[in-house]
């Protein structure tokens, strides 16, 4: 029977938000070290890179809840405790920041005699404008809208993430592609999410693996070969898809797109 460990000293993992990210961050370098893993070894076996788990480790970003269930499991140590922290971290990023100081009351105006003026009708020019104004302030209204509704993450917050969980795949578009016998690799960019990733279309049976690279960092997903898994792999931030490449390896034959220039 497999046997889990408790994280850290027995006392409450709970607390104020403010102190949530950097107790987070102890706690999972606490794991790393049982796990007895190097940062390559924890990227030869989780969907994130080397460089990924450099910053999730050293406090210079917040990890995506995956990362850390994997790292519990890793470790053999309960999720619970842990994932309410990243809870509280994560409430605490997306906290908005506190309102700029309010400018002095300005000295009162001395009062004025009122006088009488006369409204002349307003004039087509007028009228123009003044609908054009409206027009303009509607579709702007409308345009926010949209760019709310199109990305629900964007950039490092979707690094890690599968572009089926979020919306990013509304607007994405296919930068490179490569055939190869019965298997085709794309690599996709979205826009509005900023980010990249590899999709893969087969009809080969087995074992498949799905990997993005951007930079110095990459991401992959491996699945089994099941009707139902995915085929795509986790997302990477990216300002724009170049120097993205795509790759797929499907029962055992690699596949990669040319990086885009």
């Not at 995506?64 to 499991?73: F, Q, S």
């Not at 990023?93 to 006369?118: D, I, K, L, N």
């Not at 979205?190 to 110095?216: D, K, L, N």
């Amino acid at each position: 029977m497999e046997s889990h460990v408790t994280v850290g000293p027995q006392q409450p993992l709970s607390g104020p938000d403010d102190d949530a990210g950097p107790l987070l961050t102890e706690r999972l370098r606490l794991l790393k070290r049982r796990t007895g893993l190097s940062l390559a070894a924890l990227a030869s076996v989780t969907p994130f890179s080397k460089s990924t788990w450099h910053r999730y480790l050293n406090g210079a970003q917040l990890p995506p809840r995956a990362a850390v269930e994997a790292l519990a499991r890793l470790a053999h140590a309960e999720p619970g405790a842990l994932l309410s922290l990243w809870d509280a971290a994560a409430r605490e990023q997306s906290r908005p920041a506190p309102p700029p100081p309010r400018a002095p009351t300005p000295a009162p105006v001395p009062s004025v005699r009122p006088r009488r003026f006369r409204l002349r009708p307003p004039t087509r020019a007028l009228v123009a404008l003044a609908a054009m104004a409206t027009t303009v302030a509607v579709t702007a209204g409308a345009a926010g809208v949209l760019d709310h509704t199109v990305a629900s993450c964007r950039g490092s917050g979707c690094q890690g993430a599968l572009p089926s969980s979020e919306t990013c795949a509304r607007d994405a578009r296919t930068e490179s592609v490569v055939t190869r016998a019965r298997q085709v690799v794309l690599l996709r960019y979205s826009p509005s999410c900023a980010t990249v990733w590899s999709e893969v279309r087969t009809r080969v049976a087995g074992a498949r693996e799905i990997s993005i690279r951007a930079g110095q960092d990459e991401l992959s997903a491996e699945y089994p070969g099941h009707r139902s898994d995915g085929y795509s792999s986790p997302m990477l931030a990216a300002a724009d898809p170049r120097g993205a490449q795509a790759c797929a390896e499907v029962g055992g034959q690699p596949v990669c797109t040319g990086p885009v220039h």
